[in-house]
């Protein structure tokens, strides 16, 4: 009897030696540091158009391990001991202007910094990303100029075109306008160029535009395909009584073997929306890849 009570007191004693060492480490949870990202911006040279950009998340790591996705402007926490904590950062986008998931932006460079962080401490940025220097640009179209590349027709009517305008735009002095009406409900148009396949075939090729519309207007690919010239939507664009930006993905349809050459082109039709007129304003097209 008294060695089944000694028993029994020693798994006492082991049990509370358990809870005592469990509340000793949850109450010594070493308090996090934080690299707090404010803002973000781009850089461009002068023949990378205006900086314009949609990056809504940075995909950040420390010492080569992923802490995670954040939604701009975030605080990441970090767990350090006061030693050099190095940062990869790369900058995040909605690719096709999904809202569920973030993608890096491949054709810009990452960012790599240094902090020296303890406890408790808050660390703000402001960060500037950059293009790739072996990003390389088939068009960037601001419609500053009197001119501009859309004006391949596709629709036959000369009357339903991209003009250039001071009435609004997202930066500099002018903008493109797409004025869409009964008597002229369609337009459908491309970039007057054609652009090689085989210059960025299977690799990261993106689309980039600014724009503000009160009609839906589709964006897609034209390409020839075994001498046939065939046009694929690749994206609806709602109306936005704001200007805003989209990174629309060309590299799947342009990793095909058979295309030839590629352009992008344009297309709204009122007629088929029931609307009597439409206004569609467009800046900062420009088409990237690697």
């Known amino acids: 009897m008294k060695k089944l009570r000694m028993i029994k007191y020693l798994y006492f004693l082991f049990i509370c030696l358990i809870f005592a060492n469990c509340t000793l480490t949850d109450s010594e949870q070493p308090l996090p540091a934080y690299l707090e990202i404010t803002d973000v911006n781009i850089a461009t040279n002068q023949f990378q158009g205006e900086p314009t950009h949609k990056i809504t998340d940075v995909w950040a790591y420390a010492d080569n391990q992923l802490l995670g996705v954040f939604e701009l402007p975030c605080k990441i926490p970090i767990l350090t001991n006061g030693e050099t904590t190095d940062f990869l950062i790369f900058p995040g986008f909605r690719n096709n202007g999904e809202r569920s998931r973030s993608f890096t932006y491949n054709v810009m460079d990452q960012l790599r910094f240094t902090e020296t962080l303890a406890a408790g401490d808050i660390i703000q940025k402001s960060l500037t990303f950059s293009y790739k220097d072996e990003a390389k640009f088939d068009f960037v179209e601001g419609f500053e100029g009197g001119s501009h590349i859309f004006t391949r027709e596709l629709d036959e009517n000369e009357?339903?075109?991209?003009?250039?305008?001071?009435?609004?735009?997202k930066s500099g002095t002018q903008s493109g306008k797409i004025s869409l009406t009964e008597e002229n409900p369609l337009i459908s148009v491309a970039s007057i160029f054609d652009y090689n396949r085989i210059d960025n075939a299977g690799l990261d090729s993106y689309f980039e535009m600014d724009y503000k519309n009160d009609v839906p207007f589709f964006v897609g690919a034209l390409y020839q395909q075994e001498g046939q010239l065939i046009s694929q939507p690749l994206i609806v664009l709602n109306p936005s009584d704001e200007w805003n930006k989209i990174y629309i993905d060309f590299t799947s349809i342009?990793?095909?073997?058979?295309?030839?050459?590629?352009?992008?082109?344009?297309?709204?039709?009122?007629?088929?929306?029931?609307?009597?007129?439409?206004?569609?304003?467009?800046?900062?097209?420009?088409?990237?890849?690697?």
């Open 254 to 290: 342009l990793s095909s073997p058979v295309i030839d050459n590629y352009s992008v082109y344009i297309t709204s039709d009122i007629a088929t929306l029931a609307e009597s007129s439409g206004t569609i304003y467009l800046d900062n097209l420009k088409f990237v890849h690697l």
């Open 159 to 169: 009357n339903s075109r991209i003009i250039t305008t001071t009435e609004d735009k």
